[in-house]
C-alpha cells in the first residue's frame, strides 16, 4: 500500500509540473483577410437577379465564409442599412465560388444605382471586403394581362401620361377599355422581360403587391364599359370605389371593409358619401 502511495504521488507530480510547463493558450487574429477577386454583372432589373462569381484564396490561414449582399441604400442615417437579398457560402478550400443575388421587385423604386458588398473571412477571423455599385432599372413592359376570375384574359396597353410636373410614376401606366361587371375580380400578369421571370400582381389583404395571386377587386359601382388601370411603379390601379365618413377618405381594410378614423360627437351626424 505505501508503495502504491508513493507511485500516485510521483504521477500526480509529474502531471503537475507537465502542465506547468504547457503554454496557455492563445489565439491568433490574423492581420489581414483574404485575397478576393470578385467578377459582377454591372446592371441588372428588379424582380431579375445578379449573377457573380468569386476567387477566394489565403496562404496563411483556411478560408471560412464567402457573403454577398443587396443593398438598396448604404447610406442610412442614425441607422445600419438592412440587405434585401443575402447569399453565404461555406468556403472549405481555395477557387472560385458562384452565385447569385434576387432583385427584389419594390414599389416605387425609381432607377439608379444599387450597392452590393462582397466578404470574405479566414478562420481567424481576417475579413477582406469589396463593394461593387449595379445599374438597376425596373422593367418597362410592352404590355400586361388582365386575367378575371371567370377565365377573360385581356392585354391592358402601356397609356402615354403627361402631367406638369411630370412624375416618376406617369411612364408604367397601362390600362384596358372593355365591358365589366360592377365589381370584377382579376390579377395583372406582367410577362417575362430580359431574365426577369412573368410576375403577377394580386390583392395581398391592404394592396396590390407582386407575387400574389389573390384576385384585386375592381369596381365601378355599375355594370358596363369602363377602364381598369395599373401602375407596375408605385402599384396604383383603379376604377374602385372610394368611401367618404365626415368627409374622410375610408381605407381598404379587407376585401369588403373599409375603414376611417374620424372625430364624433354625442348626438352628432355620420355622413358616407
Known sequence: MNKLFKIAILMTSGAMALASCQEEFQFEFAEKGPEMSVNCES??????????????????????????????????????????????????????????????????????????????????????????YIAVSRPKYEYLTLKTEDGGEYRMEKKDVVSVPAL???????????????????VIVAPEYEDVPELTFGWSGTGISVGVEDYITFSNGIAGE?????NTYDMSAGPFITLEINGVEASVASTDKYAAVVDLTQGGEIKVT
Open 226 to 230: 369602363y377602364e381598369i388601370t395599373f
Open 168 to 186: 416618376r410614376s406617369d411612364n408604367y401606366w397601362y390600362g384596358y377599355t372593355g365591358n365589366f361587371p360592377a365589381e370584377c375580380k382579376a
Open 43 to 132: 446592371a441588372a432589373y428588379l424582380g431579375g437577379s445578379i449573377d457573380f462569381s468569386v476567387d477566394v484564396s489565403d496562404e496563411k490561414y483556411p478560408l471560412s465564409v464567402l457573403k454577398a449582399q443587396l443593398f438598396t441604400d448604404l447610406d442610412v442615417e442614425g441607422g445600419k442599412p438592412e440587405p434585401v437579398a443575402e447569399f453565404e457560402v461555406r468556403t472549405k478550400e481555395e477557387g472560385t465560388y458562384e452565385g447569385n443575388l434576387n432583385v427584389p421587385y419594390s414599389v416605387n423604386v425609381a432607377d439608379g444605382n444599387m450597392a452590393v458588398v462582397f466578404t470574405a473571412v479566414n478562420t481567424h477571423l481576417g475579413y477582406t471586403y469589396d463593394t461593387l
